[in-house]
Structures are given as C-alpha cells and as structure tokens.
C-alpha cells in the first residue's frame, strides 16, 4: 500500500483525510498491523489507481517478507496508535484562543472568525470551537458597541454623581 501511495504522490494524510480517517489508521494498514475494511480497501484501488489484487495480494507478500526479516510473528506485534485525532493539539489551541481574544472586544470579532475559518473536522472540539466561537463573536460584538457608544457615539449622557 505504500508502494503504490507513494507512486501517486498522496502523503498519509492526504489519504486519511480523503477517506475519513485518521492518519494512525493508514500507518497501521501500511504495516501490516490491522487491514482495512472492504469499503476502505475499494476506495484505495479507485485512489491508487490499481487493482485490488495488486493492493492485497502483492500488501500482504510484502508484510510476510518483511515479517520474515525481522524474524517477528504478526501475532507478537503490539498497537501503539492513538485513539485521539492527529490534530488534538491545534484543536486545543484553537479552543484558547477564542477564550483568549473575548477579553478585548474588537479582537473578539476578527480571530473568532480566523479561529473557524482554522477549525477542520480532523480537531478535537471541533464542534465546541465553533460553538463558542460565535457567542464570543456575539459578546464582542455588544461590548464594541457599548465601548463605541459611551465613548464617541453619546458621551454627554453618561453622568458622574460626586458620593460624599
């Protein structure tokens, strides 16, 4: 499966992302650790460009052949993947950021809508981002519009009573 990724030029990730997946998935596939379902397996002849006795007969004598080599029996290989998306991190940063940028009101307008624009469906939080994204966009908006309005809009209404 590698063999044939590489020849159409598609990194694990672009393949991933075609099909929905995760990148760890195909890694596994490439290895020879786990094999995709019979959907997946189709999809990758249709993206490779070959047929699906190419894709699983001559994957799996490359699997033995390197599992030969290495004197490792399929069964003695453990997963290390990750059960998390690829992009746990940036979905996190994403996420601070929008909190972040609600504390200044004309920022909590601009990198919201930068922060969505980011957003992709492989982050984690995918959905809260977008979600407080547009509440942070909508306090924004209001806190703007006081500071706007007290300041140049209507300043000889706000009034200042002396305490004694």
């Known amino acids: 499966m590698?063999?044939?990724?590489?020849?159409?030029?598609?990194?694990?990730?672009d393949v991933a992302t075609i099909l929905h997946i995760t990148r760890q998935?195909?890694?596994k596939w490439e290895r020879g650790l786990v094999y995709p379902d019979l959907d997946n397996l189709v999809r990758l002849s249709e993206i490779y460009q070959v047929s699906l006795d190419e894709l699983v007969i001559k994957g799996r004598e490359?699997?033995?052949e390197s599992e030969k080599n290495q004197n490792?029996?399929?069964k003695t290989k453990t997963s290390k993947g990750s059960?998390?998306?690829?992009?746990?991190?940036?979905?996190?940063?994403?996420?601070i950021l929008v909190i972040v940028s609600s504390i200044l009101p004309p920022l909590g307008i601009i990198i919201?809508?930068?922060?969505?624009?980011?957003?992709?469906?492989?982050?984690?939080?995918?959905k809260s981002i977008y979600l407080i994204s547009v509440?942070?966009?909508m306090v924004s908006l209001i806190n703007s519009y006081v500071v706007v309005s007290?300041?140049?809009?209507?300043?000889?209404?706000?009034?200042?009573y002396r305490i004694k």
């Open 2 to 13: 590698k063999q044939a990724r590489n020849q159409r030029g598609y990194s694990q990730n």
């Open 25 to 27: 998935s195909v890694s």
């Open 62 to 64: 490359k699997t033995v």
């Open 72 to 74: 490792v029996s399929p």
């Open 83 to 95: 059960h998390f998306f690829e992009n746990t991190n940036k979905g996190i940063f994403l996420l």
């Open 112 to 126: 919201p809508i930068y922060v969505m624009w980011q957003n992709t469906k492989y982050n984690s939080f995918y």
């Open 135 to 137: 509440v942070v966009v």
């Open 150 to 160: 007290d300041n140049w809009l209507k300043p000889s209404q706000t009034t200042v």
